[in-house]
């Protein structure tokens, strides 16, 4: 069961006993723990029938003692667990959910960890209440993730726009709504982003970005990939090199597939590698410049600068200095 229908599920006050969220993404965590201590109870109802507790700092009985109590005022009472991984002899909460009170809804928050499948524990938890496992979103996921969220903001993005706001923040959902938040503030009345609010609010430069320097790279453009890390060397929080290579070793792993792909075909290939169909232009163009053989090479190339880059074989040479060579030998490829 997904987040959304659970989270449905409230709103239409439809409650089990227990809720047990787990997992790698923390977004869906906090989203279904944030509804549950805002909008399950009233203002009033919450003041008398909402507790709260940390894993850190909890007793197992203090726990259970606060879920077997009944409510005052209301018909239900919400106790909450966050952070539960980091508490103590947790599956001393056993006892409780064999036999949970109808009257409360119990919600543990178990961040970037899961419960062991083969054991009592999580069987029961699976019999008794609600399980949900959350994972890391794959990156091919985040743009129409992203585009999702700003469509349900009012918001609407250039593709350009879109890849600039996700190459620059990454796989975190948590900080991708909190920027998106943040430009919904800044326009005001405006609906539109365009690629210079995404400089002027997000601070990542519409010009000289990994995606540019992708770009470039794909296109054997060498004056333009110099430039762009030039100024990575004189803006150093930009796009350091452990952001850098990642980015650049994902692209041409993407490009290496287009020629497993058997075709040509914009479309497929874009379904194939896992790509917005917007850029493929930019994967098929570095196929057809670097060929198979350049790919390979330029991959290899990668993982050799990844190691100079933490001190590997190298004796100190600057990121930048790193990065400039790479790119020409990429690009003689």
């Not at 940390?54 to 239900?76: H, L, P, Q, S």
């Not at 991708?176 to 995404?198: A, H, P, Q």
Request: glycine letters at 6%.
């Amino acid at each position: 069961m997904s987040v959304e229908k659970i989270i449905g599920d409230w709103k239409k006050k439809n409650f089990k006993p227990f809720y047990w969220f787990e997992g790698d993404e923390e977004y869906y965590i906090d989203k279904a723990v944030s509804f549950a201590e805002q909008h399950i109870l009233s203002e009033s109802e919450a003041s008398f029938n909402l507790s709260i507790f940390y894993g850190k700092d909890a007793a197992w009985a203090d726990v259970i003692n606060a879920c077997r109590r009944y409510t005052m005022f209301a018909e239900r009472q919400v106790v909450i667990l966050k952070e539960a991984q980091q508490m103590k002899d947790i599956e001393k909460l056993e006892p409780y959910f064999e036999n949970p009170l109808s009257s409360t809804i119990f919600i543990v928050a178990y961040k970037d960890k899961k419960l062991d499948a083969r054991k009592k524990f999580s069987k029961l938890v699976k019999e008794k209440g609600v399980l949900v496992t959350t994972k890391k979103m794959y990156d091919n996921q985040l743009p129409e993730w992203t585009l999702e969220l700003m469509k349900s903001k009012g918001l609407t993005i250039s593709q350009k726009g879109l890849a600039l706001l996700v190459d620059h923040i990454g796989n975190d959902l948590v900080r991708i709504e909190n920027e998106v938040d943040k430009l919904t503030i800044n326009l005001g009345k405006r609906t539109s982003v365009t690629e210079d609010d995404i400089e002027n609010y997000i601070g990542v430069s519409k010009e000289f970005n990994v995606f540019e320097l992708q770009s470039a790279m794909a296109s054997k453009n060498l004056p333009a990939a110099i430039r762009i890390i030039q100024y990575f060397e004189a803006n150093p929080k930009a796009a350091p090199i452990q952001l850098v290579l990642p980015s650049l070793y994902g692209f041409f792993s993407k490009v290496f597939m287009i020629f497993g792909a058997g075709t040509r075909d914009e479309k497929t290939i874009a379904t194939t590698i896992g790509v917005n169909p917007f850029f493929v232009k930019d994967y098929i163009k570095a196929a057809n410049l670097y060929s198979y053989s350049g790919i390979e090479r330029n991959l290899l190339l990668l993982n050799q600068y990844n190691l100079k880059s933490i001190g590997i074989g190298d004796a100190g040479t600057e990121d930048a200095s790193l990065l400039k060579e790479m790119a020409v030998k990429m690009m003689s490829a």
